[in-house]
């Protein structure tokens, strides 16, 4: 079983920064992208960022310059630093993996449970 744990949501002023974490744990034998999405309510789930076990990364067009996706492929974590906040901002924000477990040797797309991130006007 593989778990996908976030960290570091919370509420922040706009024009504030955050930085979110999220660390894989179980029967894991790779992981070959690692990626953040988000859903606001009433919206569907976007992409934010991504990056590759090779550290390449691309970005949501609406978080370009302001975000950073970056991963420690020892930890199996990836994190994402957020700055310049803006309201539209506000969302869950998940984390997302394939994973190939070293029971089955079968990839699984594994999902976080969320972590609210809300930007104050």
């Known amino acids: 079983q593989v778990q996908l744990v976030e960290s570091g949501g919370g509420l922040v002023q706009t024009g504030g920064s955050l930085r979110l974490s999220c660390a894989a744990s179980?029967?894991?034998?790779?992981?070959?992208?690692m990626a953040w999405y988000r859903q606001a309510p009433g919206k569907q789930r976007e992409l934010v960022a991504v990056?590759?076990?090779?550290?390449?990364?691309n970005y949501g067009d609406s978080v370009k310059g302001r975000f950073t996706i970056s991963r420690d492929n020892a930890k199996k974590s990836v994190y994402l630093q957020m700055n310049n906040l803006k309201p539209e901002d506000t969302a869950v924000y998940y984390c997302?993996?394939?994973?190939?477990?070293?029971?089955?040797?079968?990839?699984?797309?594994?999902w976080g449970q969320g972590t609210q991130v809300t930007v104050s006007s």
């Open positions: 179980g029967s894991i034998f790779s992981i070959n992208t």
């Open positions: 997302n993996a394939p994973v190939v477990t070293t029971i089955t040797g079968f990839e699984y797309d594994c």
């Open positions: 990056i590759t076990s090779g550290g390449s990364t």
